[in-house]
């Protein structure tokens, strides 16, 4: 077989955009180079595996609809005939402060066009193929390495310190063969929440600055995907100011303390990426809230606050207050379908969650056996909200903000490890 690849880093949004599209939270239009801490991102990573292609995109964005992947899929499909739907895989870094591709909290997999950002989609659309173009003209032959990266004193479960989370960066590195790096693949968890909401500009948040950071490091473009980072934080979301600039720069420390950490401890050691292939798994549910309940666990919550003096956990407390409240007025019937993937590359397999997986469910994918990683990615398409273990229901702001019916995550979660573990 022959395997080759190619990756691109474009800016797909800067201070020279003036279109009026849809910035999530973000009103005051149009954007200025006064709105930005830092550029927003999109890398592309084109594989051709004995002539069918895999097409991987990820991007500095707060979410991102099917309607965008069914979009750039019929404008690629008009250019080729080698890309299968399901070869297209498109994932974002849920940066907070930064563009939404749709109007409201809908599930990702079934927005409309009228819940959507149309013009905002439609200019993404057009930079994807324009990127496929040129990485298509652009592939070569690669050999590929992996470098697992403990990072220490930077993450940490946001609701607790003692439960789980997942403190490895992986770097998946593809090498041109007369030894030049073509770009890495970086997964890191954690959510990126750093200084929303009171930040007055747009960031690129943790993932996005580490990427531009290990970019410079290793002098190559870096495709960036989060793993199970729903109930994930950094030390810095734990001891936020009042000052967004003050906080900016603690951002900054962050990132270059990661950095730091990723040139120190990364070791690469090679790895075989030699084909795609991708299974799919659907939980369809229905079922219909009870308000009389939920205005118990509002009782209960508001003791909790009461009691609770970290300034972190009383923040994500009264976050969780709001959110019941809203949800006590309706509507209480609820519907939708999980999807959960599963990709084989070779001696790299990844569970694709519709979300965001918790770290006690992530974890349960992930493993680092000798030539068969195993690693997590969510914030894609399919995206549901959180998906979160049984023990947390009504505990934390994760369960109270889910929409998802209590032990539906550990089915999904399941079927994904198993499809995983056939390949």
């Known amino acids: 077989m022959t395997a080759r690849a190619a990756m691109k880093t474009i800016i797909y949004l800067d201070e020279t955009c003036r279109e009026t599209f849809g910035w999530g939270w973000k009103d005051s239009l149009p954007l200025t180079k006064d709105d930005f801490y830092d550029y927003f991102t999109m890398t592309g990573t084109l594989f051709d595996f004995d002539g069918k292609y895999v097409y ?40 907070h402060s930064g563009p939404r591709m749709t109007r409201t909290r809908v599930s990702m997999h079934n927005a409309a066009e009228e819940d959507c950002y149309m013009d905002f989609i439609e200019a993404n659309t057009d930079k994807a193929v324009q990127m496929f173009k040129e990485l298509e003209g652009q592939l070569q032959e690669f050999t590929s390495q992996i470098a697992v990266v403990p990072i220490e004193g930077c993450y940490g479960n946001r609701n607790s310190l003692d439960l789980p989370a997942d403190k490895d960066v992986n770097l998946i590195a593809l090498n041109a063969l007369n030894g030049d790096r073509i770009g890495i693949l970086m997964e890191l968890t954690t959510h990126s929440t750093i200084i929303f909401p009171k930040n007055p500009k747009m960031t690129t948040d943790l993932v996005g600055n580490v990427r531009t950071k290990v970019s410079g490091l290793f002098d190559c473009p870096v495709l960036p995907f989060v793993g199970c980072a729903g109930d994930s934080s950094t030390r810095l979301t734990r001891q936020r100011s009042n000052d967004p600039a003050l906080d900016y720069s603690e951002l900054m420390r962050l990132t270059n303390e990661i950095t730091a950490q990723i040139k120190d401890k990364a070791v690469f050691e090679d790895v075989v990426i030699d084909r795609f292939e991708t299974e799919s798994v659907e939980l369809q549910y229905s079922y219909t809230l009870n308000p009389e309940t939920m205005k118990k666990r509002l009782v209960k919550l508001e003791q909790q606050i009461a009691g609770e003096t970290n300034p972190q956990q009383l923040r994500l407390l009264l976050q969780s207050k709001e959110s019941l409240e809203k949800r006590i007025l309706g509507p209480f019937d609820a519907q939708d379908t999980l999807i959960g993937r599963a990709y084989n590359f070779g001696e790299i397999k990844i569970g694709v969650f519709p979300g965001e997986p918790v770290a006690s469910l992530g974890l349960q994918i992930i493993s680092h056996q000798p030539h068969d990683h195993h690693l997590v990615m969510g914030y894609t398409p399919d995206g549901v909200g959180y998906l979160v273990e049984i023990g947390e229901y009504g505990k934390n702001f994760e369960s109270i903000n889910s929409k998802i019916p209590v032990g539906l995550p550990e089915v999904l979660t399941w079927m994904i490890k198993n499809k995983v573990e056939e390949f």
């Open 56 to 95: 991987w995109i990820g991007m500095d964005n707060g979410n991102v609809p099917d309607v965008f992947r069914k979009n750039l899929y019929g404008k690629l499909s008009a250019l080729t005939d080698r890309l299968d739907q399901d070869a297209l895989i498109i994932n974002g870094t849920h940066t």
